[in-house]
């Protein structure tokens, strides 16, 4: 089994900024990718911000580009979004994700955190 933990999210103001972590843990043999997700209410699901474990590429949604950052320890299995220059619409529930895959397993899955709230007031 895998599971992914998330912490971070919380209330905070315009132009605040705010740190979400993940970690992944289980029988894990290799992980691939980690990203972040999120989803406000009666709309689909989107990427924020995805990092490559072996060669530590980026990607980043034009939405939030300049203004978060992904980074991730490899040794630990995890992944954290800095989230700087906050507006009110990046209000939403995010997601981790990992994708790798487990130990006696050949083939990579997606597997999913349980969702943290983050929400800016104006």
């Known amino acids: 089994q895998v599971q992914l933990v998330e912490s971070g999210g919380g209330l905070v103001q315009t132009g605040g900024s705010l740190r979400l972590s993940c970690t992944a843990s289980?029988?894990?043999?290799?992980?691939?990718?980690m990203a972040w997700y999120r989803q406000t209410s009666g709309k689909e699901r989107e990427s924020v911000a995805t990092?490559?474990?072996?060669?530590?590429?980026?990607n980043y949604a034009d939405s939030v580009k300049g203004r978060f950052t992904i980074s991730r320890d490899n040794a630990k299995n995890t992944v954290d979004l800095l989230m700087d220059s906050l507006k009110p619409e990046d209000t939403a529930v995010y997601y981790c994700?990992?994708?790798?895959?487990?130990?006696?397993?050949?083939?990579?899955?997606?597997?999913w955190g349980q969702g943290t709230q983050v929400t800016v007031s104006s």
């Open positions: 994700n990992a994708n790798l895959r487990r130990t006696g397993i050949p083939y990579l899955q997606d597997y």
């Open positions: 289980g029988s894990i043999g290799y992980v691939n990718s």
């Open positions: 990092i490559f474990f072996l060669t530590d590429t980026t």
